[in-house]
């Protein structure tokens, strides 16, 4: 096996990508020109040029890691393709930038394409069963920190859409209504009803994050929710929240 580190250039705008590659071919005749996932490479190859920039290593990790030296290198230069760092796993490169509809689309075809030829849930996931351990916490704990000393995290200064609004955008982006709803014309199984009534949340009575309590001031008896006291005590709770909003001369009650 074959492990080198390549350079590919756009000879019309001078844009690159910079990546690694192993081939049980020679690196000479080996004509891979990187992901068209994470660069939208043009169709016609001919303005392409690709160069090695280095060909002597004896594993991928090391031709990775002189990969990453070098991205991280370049990673500030507008005309550099890459926005990952091996390794790293911290995306620069795409400030004040997006993709486009076109490459979104590319790269979520490229994901689910991926998922359906690597099965890799629960017992096939290799890190199933594993966790990881204080050392290794703590080293990846103080590689982020590190790295943030001197890096802005990516999202700093901007302002962030409403979830509202991502859905919306969401939705206008992709049309799932009618016959284009994955669920059309199918419904659930009785045995994943179950499992999704089970899975819910309860949030009824005093499980809601908005329910309070209230006291009775004269026994100090506590209910748990507003609609359990005017159940117990057959009061209105209209009533119940006058005088738990001292709406009344004499409150009886009152909210924890």
Do not use: Q
Not at 92 to 115: D, F, L
Not at 154 to 179: A, T, V, Y
Request: aromatic share 10%; with cysteine; glycine share 4%.
């Amino acid at each position: 096996m074959n492990y080198y580190v390549y350079k590919i250039t756009n000879t019309l705008t001078n844009e690159y990508y910079i990546g690694s590659r192993e081939c049980e071919c020679s690196i000479k005749d080996d004509t891979y020109y990187g992901s068209p996932v994470t660069w939208d490479l043009p169709k016609n190859k001919d303005i392409l040029n690709k160069e090695i920039l280095k060909d002597d290593f004896s594993n991928r990790d090391d031709a990775v890691k002189y990969e990453a030296k070098l991205i991280k290198e370049n990673i500030k230069d507008n005309l550099n393709k890459n926005y990952y760092i091996p390794g790293h796993g911290f995306y620069k490169g795409m400030e004040n930038k997006s993709h486009t509809k076109e490459a979104r689309r590319k790269i979520s075809e490229a994901v689910k394409e991926w998922h359906r030829n690597h099965n890799i849930k629960g017992d096939k996931n290799p890190f199933y069963g594993k966790k990881h351990t204080d050392e290794v916490k703590s080293i990846i704990s103080k590689k982020n920190k590190e790295y943030y000393k001197n890096n802005d995290v990516w999202n700093k200064g901007k302002e962030m859409p409403e979830l509202s609004e991502l859905r919306k955008r969401w939705h206008e982006e992709n049309d799932i209504s009618g016959e284009n709803h994955p669920m059309y014309g199918k419904s659930h199984r009785k045995e994943t009803k179950r499992k999704m009534s089970n899975n819910h949340a309860d949030f009824s009575g005093k499980n809601n994050p908005r329910a309070r309590k209230i006291i009775v001031i004269k026994s100090d008896k506590i209910y748990d929710t507003l609609k359990e006291a005017s159940n117990e005590l057959d009061v209105s709770m209209v009533t119940l929240i006058k005088h738990c909003k001292d709406r009344v001369k004499n409150p009886k009650y009152r909210y924890l």
